[in-house]
């Protein structure tokens, strides 16, 4: 029986879907106003990969990824760059779209946008209202009332007297509590906002997902999953929204992916010391990153170094070269062969990736041995439940030669103390930032924002922080 470690429950636990023989999951995806780093490569894959074993697993499945499409970082980058949040939001959308088909993730059955989705967020704000558990701050904003939901707080395992001295957020006088959340923002001059009840504005982000996740799921699911990240405040604001509308239990199983962090260090913009996916595939191939995210278990952390990248793709490699001189045969996977019950077992155990790629390298080592295409098949089609494994073998082998050519070392920022991505910032003078904050502004006036953001992300890939303001475009070094 397939055992899922549940975060709700702070141990694994035997998986009983709530209707036989069918899975419904739902995944916090991207807001969507900037490239996805290896964050976001990491969630894509973990659950796509969570998504192939249940339905390998004889599972009727309805997979839900959502994507941000309204917030402030995405209405501040729309007018940093003159122009529409549609025309920034879908232009990140097309980016997002094409790096995780690059990484071999499979479309989600949906993928509701939020804006999409504003009259439920109006009902369910009604709903909350109406039961007393939401109320209208002389801000003008609606707020959830959290001490007023007895549950709140069980995601994460602390009190609410834990949690308020935890919170490091400005205190916000029109709020009766410090732990209490958004629901309605009041709308402001300038950003984008719809009709309500409670004055024009726009829903808080905590909201989308619960209605989102409702109108395509039910009211009860089985499945929530994200970055560990989101454990606390996110998803613990899901649950007392949804639960506290619905009066019902939200969801069964939580599931959360470990950070990714670079040199130990989480990985973080703030920190200036993470790697879009776009400057990964630069240098690497995209079964290469694929392959490093799942050789970690999903919960762990992942280390990012190219030491790590290089021997990811020095193993995935041997695998391909296993492939390369065996009959290809197709046919269905013999669950009762031991190489195939050991993979089934692993998966089975917390989608136990880690043991389940070291059943392909016993299985490679015996196809060296063999050349049997009964093998060699089994190799392949486990792996491709992996997302692994498809491509001709020679082809692979061929190409791997010039991945990897370049490198993005990270590199200690002079007087900083902490690692950022790509070249020292020293390596750019103060003429040639200038010359590129000249050419992104060009760029933006033309209304190629494609270049704008190009130049924007390879300047911090140097260390070089832009800063819009109404009187220019500023630097400083990260």
């Known amino acids: 029986m ?53 339905r390998a697993s004889a599972f009727e499945v309805t997979y839900v990824r959502n994507i941000t499409d309204i917030d402030d970082k995405i209405i501040r980058r729309a007018v940093e760059n003159g122009e529409t949040i549609g025309e920034l939001t879908s232009r990140y959308i097309t980016y997002m779209d094409e790096d995780a088909a690059a990484l071999g993730v499979q479309k989600p059955d949906h993928e509701p946008r939020a804006t999409q989705y504003v009259g439920g967020m109006l009902d369910m704000i009604q709903t909350l209202q109406a039961k007393d558990l939401a109320y209208q701050a002389e801000s003008g904003d609606v707020n959830f009332a959290v001490r007023k939901f007895p549950g709140y707080g069980k995601l994460s395992g602390k009190t609410l007297d834990e949690l308020r001295s935890g919170e490091r957020v400005e205190a916000d006088p029109s709020k009766r509590d410090l732990l209490d959340f958004v629901l309605w923002k009041r709308g402001k001059e300038g950003e984008p906002a719809w009709a309500s009840p409670w004055g024009e504005g726009r829903p808080g982000w905590h909201l ?18 994200g970055g560990q990240d989101l454990q606390f405040p996110h998803h613990e604001n899901e649950i007392a929204q949804s639960e506290g509308a619905n009066g019902e239990v ?63 793709k020095s193993a995935l490699t041997r695998l391909y070269t296993a492939l390369k001189d065996a009959p290809r045969v197709e046919r269905a996977i013999d669950w009762t062969d031991a190489y195939a019950a050991r993979f089934r077992a692993a998966m089975d155990d917390d989608f136990n990736t880690p ?47 010039a991945s990897g050519a370049a490198r993005m070392e990270p590199t200690q920022a002079t007087g900083t103390g902490r690692t950022n991505v790509g070249m020292p910032s020293a390596t750019l003078g103060s003429d040639q930032i200038n010359q590129m904050i000249e050419d992104r502004a060009l760029a933006k006036k033309a209304k190629n924002y494609a270049e704008a953001d190009r130049i924007r992300t390879d300047l911090l890939a140097d260390g070089i922080v832009l800063e819009d303001t109404p009187q220019g475009t500023t630097w400083r070094r990260a």
């Open 2 to 54: 397939l055992k899922i470690y549940n975060t709700l429950a702070r141990g694994k636990q035997d998986f009983v879907p709530i209707e036989p023989g069918r899975v419904r999951m739902y995944v916090c995806g991207m807001t969507v106003y900037d490239y996805c780093h290896l964050g976001h490569a990491r969630v894509m894959v973990v659950f796509d990969m969570v998504q192939r074993w249940l």
């Open 208 to 225: 989308e997902c619960s209605v989102m996740s409702c109108k395509l799921l039910g009211s009860h699911f089985d499945i929530h999953g």
């Open 250 to 312: 939200f969801v069964n199983y939580w599931m959360h992916n470990g950070f990714v962090r670079v040199d130990d260090e989480k990985m973080s913009k703030s920190l200036g010391n993470f790697f879009t996916i776009r400057e990964v595939l630069k240098q690497y191939d995209a079964e290469v990153v694929r392959f490093f995210i799942l050789r970690a278990h999903y919960r762990s952390a992942l280390n990012y170094s190219d030491r790590h990248l290089d021997d990811a």
């Open 355 to 401: 043991e389940a790629i070291a059943v392909l390298f016993e299985l490679a080592a015996e196809s060296n041995r063999s050349k049997s295409g009964k093998t060699s098949g089994l190799l392949r089609a486990l792996g491709g439940i992996l997302g692994l494994l498809g491509r001709d073998p020679s082809a692979f082998l061929q190409g791997r030669a």
